[in-house]
Each structure stands twice: as C-alpha cells, then as structure tokens.
C-alpha cells in the first residue's frame, strides 16, 4: 500500500519571501502525485499533478512541483508568497493500477504574514 | 472538470440524531468517495460510493452508522446517523472522473453534534 509523509505540519512565511512544502511518498509500484489547496471553511481543490513525462508541474497561481523518483518526494514550492496563499495543503498519491483511489498526508498549514 | 454541490454546507445537530449530506455533480464520474476531516487532521476516507449497490467501508466504519446511496452516476448521499459529539467533524464527498486526473470535491459539510 502507498503512504505520504508531509514533513512539516506548519510553515509560517513572510509575505513574498519563498516557500518549499515538503512532501515524501512510498510506494512500490508507480504512482500519480496530486497537491490539493483548502482554503479556511471550504472544500479542496486540486493545484496541480504529476502523472507523467515532465517532472516539474506548475499550476496557474504561481506553485510548482516536482517529481523525485529517486527521492521518493514531490516538494512543493513558490519563489515569492501573497498573503491569499494562506491555507491548509494536502499531498496526495494514489497507484496507476488504481488510481480511483488516493492517499493523502496529514497537510501543511502554510501562513503568510505581512 | 466536474463540479459538485454539496448540502447542507453546516448544521448543528441533537445527539441521536440523524443528518443525510447530499453530493450532485454536474458530469458522470466513475467513483465516488466520502471522506471525514476532524478538526486539525487529515482526510480519513470513510466509503467508496457504488452505484447500484452497497458501498464499500473502510476500516472502522459501518453501514450502519453511515448509511450510503448512489442511486446513479451523478449523485450520492452520506448519512450521519445516531449522532454524537465525537461526530462532529467535516465531511466531504469526492467524484473522480478518469486515470490520474485526481479529485474534485465538495465544498464539504461542517457538522457539529450538541
């Protein structure tokens, strides 16, 4: 079975300073990566995935991943922080043989401060 | 990608009691999943949706406490029943709709159990 390992339960950050969240990953079989976003009294969403060829994903709003094989990790990272980025993240996996079914870590808080 | 409303978004409930939670989608999915988030955790899946028959439960959870329905492609309900304290959490239903193409969610249901 696959498991996810968010190594940093909470990453208070400055406002446009750089940020990394951490994610690490095991399986034995290949797998899908997914960072999901919630924001304070809503639901997720989903930010970007890692399915296959590039190993650097990015999404619209400015965060990127990429995918360590060999590291087993799909950090999570942005060069420069808003204050509207604050929320909770979720690392997820799930097995190409089935991948109806995902994982999640426990999730990092991420705070900006002004 | 889908879009789901889910409903009630919160509710207040008396112990012994019970709540159904509603998820309609906007598209057919091929899964659907409920999920229970207790405050400060991670999403813990409670149920894989079947439509037409009975959902399958995780491990510590029973149909008996949390009645399911999938009575087609596009809509599910999540039954709390018997309520107590220890029931109030967030719940979340989640459709998936092909290989690796992750979840969309619910906008979640916030249930507290007085």
């Known amino acids: 079975a696959q498991s996810v390992t968010q190594l940093d339960s909470q990453v208070p950050v400055f406002e446009e300073a750089p940020v990394e969240l951490r994610c690490n990953y095991s399986s034995s079989v290949s797998v899908y990566l997914f960072w999901y976003v919630q924001y304070p009294n809503q639901g997720l969403q989903l930010l970007l995935k890692?399915?296959?060829?590039?190993?650097l994903v990015k999404s619209i709003n400015g965060f990127e991943a990429e995918f360590n094989k060999s590291q087993t990790s799909f950090h999570l990272r942005k060069p420069s922080v808003h204050i509207s980025d604050t929320a909770e993240y979720f690392c997820?996996?799930?097995?190409?043989?089935?991948?109806?079914?995902?994982?999640f870590g426990d999730g990092t808080t991420l705070t900006v401060k002004p | 990608s889908a879009v789901i409303s889910q409903k009630p978004s919160r509710d207040i409930c008396q112990r012994g009691t019970s709540l159904t939670i509603q998820c309609q989608v906007d598209?057919?999915?091929?899964?659907m999943f409920w999920y229970r988030q207790q405050p400060g955790q991670s999403l813990t899946l409670i149920a894989t949706?079947?439509?037409?028959?009975?959902?399958?439960?995780e491990s510590g959870f029973v149909i008996d406490k949390f009645p399911i329905s999938r009575p087609n492609l596009t809509f599910s309900t999540l039954t709390v029943s018997n309520m107590s304290p220890e029931d109030s959490s967030i719940y979340l239903c989640s459709g998936y709709t092909g290989q690796g193409y992750g979840y969309t969610f619910g906008s979640g249901t916030r249930l507290t159990v007085v």
């Open positions: 598209s057919q999915v091929t899964m």
């Open positions: 890692y399915l296959s060829g590039s190993t």
């Open positions: 997820a996996v799930s097995v190409s043989t089935n991948a109806g079914k995902s994982t």
């Open positions: 949706a079947n439509q037409g028959s009975e959902a399958t439960y």
